[in-house]
């Protein structure tokens, strides 16, 4: 028996029986029973309730709405769901939902139900085609479920290779190796510019590249800083021979000027790395390198001066 015949029996067999139809079903709350054609007929269990001692015999009818069925999770404004499927998806979704609109408004489901002795028992019984459309749904969703796991995957081993590959350009790269801030972020996206024309997976995926690889190379450069500058703190008596031997600080009378010649001093001896506050200081310390004083009668320490 199809289900527009059985719901239009079902209030004529509860009447006969001495039920009161009420086209409505209680919700689930206390104890129930669930039964379907599996155990038996609909028109049996309309004598199961009579026999239980019910008095109101509940039913509902569900019709189906194919506009609300395959739709899948909203995408943003700028993109649909759709747009993010490959081909083969899309043509196995649009077929889905053709199948679906062949049964728009159709009974896709009844719902008998009484209650006796405070017990709900209920009979469900759906159409064999509404199944058929759930399967496949559940198929094609668990098959979209797996593919975009399998896709974060790969992106995510993309995005690991590509930015420790960038990392140690960056490293490598000389001008990295006293940049900072702003100026780091821009030679990094001049060696690793944003492919023309990219979609924004591919630069969302960019930019996550980026940030890893500078993030990545910023901590390595400061690593080999900090160990080259500690070893140079150990060696200030050299560092001071070579400032005098190259007379570096001649002429240069200010602090700031005398702080900007050392400076340049150890980047240019490190390779191209900036020298931190701590190691100028201790070399602008050093008395060899402090500016000496004049005397109060205008001749510098230490000379004489002879008629």
Known sequence: MDLETLVQQVPQW????????LAQTPGLTGRSVGLGPEDLGAEEFVDLARE???RFLYYLTERFEAADFAVLDDGDD???PEDRLDADDLRTLRALRRRAKTHDGELDSAELCFVTDGVAHYWVAEAP?????DEQWTEFSNALSFGAQVKAEEMRAHIEQESARLSKELEAHPDMRSAR?????AIASEVYPAPDGADDETLHAHRWILHAALRDAEAAIGQTAFRLFTRYEQELDILVAEILDQQLLDGATTAAVRRIRVQDFLTEKSGGYAPPKRTVDLLLDRPELKV???RSGGWPDGQLLFG
């Not at 085609?129 to 459309?133: G, I, M, S, V, Y």
């Open 14 to 21: 509860g009447r006969e029986r001495g039920l009161v139809p």
């Open 129 to 133: 085609w509404r199944a058929t459309l």
């Open 78 to 80: 700028d993109d649909t």
């Open 52 to 54: 239980g001692g019910a």
């Open 292 to 294: 000496t004083k004049a």
């Open 181 to 185: 801030g702003t100026r780091a972020f």
